[in-house]
């Protein structure tokens, strides 16, 4: 008679089974990349990493000029401290105590400007593989659709560890790019912002969701009063005229008087927040 032996001795092992030639394990996991904290919470919990990418070019669409892109971009540029922040083409000049606030220094900030399309991305690629630059954002012009040139950037991006943002006409939202992460802008008072994912690394597009620029207390307008006095009218300053016998008389203050401002270039006025 045959001793009798257990089932449990003569069940394969799983080992045993994926060794099998006839079964596909599939690719092995990729490794989890490094991510930067988009410094707000509805927008991490919307992308598949969590945040932006560390390295490589991210797209943002919108409508020009869209300012509200370099409020979305200042909590992750003002993050990152091993490097300088680029600003390439600003539509309108960034002001000072706007960037100080969200805690980017100005001997970290660069503003590079270039009439010429060519010149402007010459100049990001070489920032870029510098490895001296930490995020790079460029407005591109309306006209560009170049996919050589999107590609060379964000080579140069992911081989100098530099987060590339590049701002484009929403237009551009049907046409194929290198950009790891797209998404679309719109702008919804008060102060609100509308992300629409259209691509991202790891995940499927198609989410939406709406992000608040500024706290409430800044961008909910003050609730009118009826028994708020008017400002009083200031008293008009009388100059005397001159006459005859001084016509030749200079003000030895004169110095001190208003100067016009020089002319600014067009597109350079001051950002809106």
């Known amino acids: 008679m045959l001793p009798l032996t257990s089932a449990a001795n003569h069940t394969p092992s799983l080992d045993s089974l994926l060794e099998r030639p006839g079964i596909w394990r599939g690719r092995p996991a990729a490794p989890c990349e490094e991510t930067i904290d988009s410094g707000f919470d509805n927008l991490n919990n919307t992308l598949h990493l969590r945040g932006w990418p560390a390295a490589g070019l991210v797209e943002l669409l919108c409508a020009a000029p869209c300012p509200q892109a370099l409020r979305l971009m ?3 540029m003002a993050g990152r401290l091993d490097g300088l922040v680029v600003l390439a083409n600003p539509p309108a000049r960034p002001r000072a105590d706007t960037l100080q606030q969200a805690g980017i220094k100005s001997h970290r900030l660069l503003v590079m400007r270039s009439e010429r ?9 070489e920032a870029l593989a510098s490895g001296a630059v930490s995020t790079l954002m460029v407005w591109l012009p309306e006209n560009m ?17 530099c987060l590339l943002i590049a701002v484009r006409p929403v237009n551009q939202a049907d046409r194929p790019s290198p950009a790891v992460l797209r998404l679309r802008l719109r702008m919804q008072p008060p102060a609100h ?5 259209i691509k991202q690394p790891g995940g499927w597009g198609g989410q939406q969701v709406n992000l608040a620029l500024l706290p409430p207390r800044i961008s909910q307008p003050l609730a009118a009063s009826r028994d708020m006095p ?9 100059i005397p005229a001159k006459s005859d016998s001084g016509a030749n008389y200079q003000d030895p203050d004169s110095r001190f008087a208003w100067r016009r401002p020089a002319p600014s270039r067009p597109g350079l006025q001051n950002l809106p927040f």
């Open 74 to 76: 200042l909590p992750a």
């Open 117 to 125: 399309h060519d010149t402007l991305l010459q100049a990001c690629h």
């Open 145 to 161: 659709d170049d996919q050589i040139a999107l590609r060379r950037l964000h080579l140069a991006a992911r081989e100098g560890r």
């Open 193 to 197: 912002l509308a992300v629409d994912v």
């Open 230 to 238: 008017a400002p009083a009218r200031q008293r008009e300053q009388t």
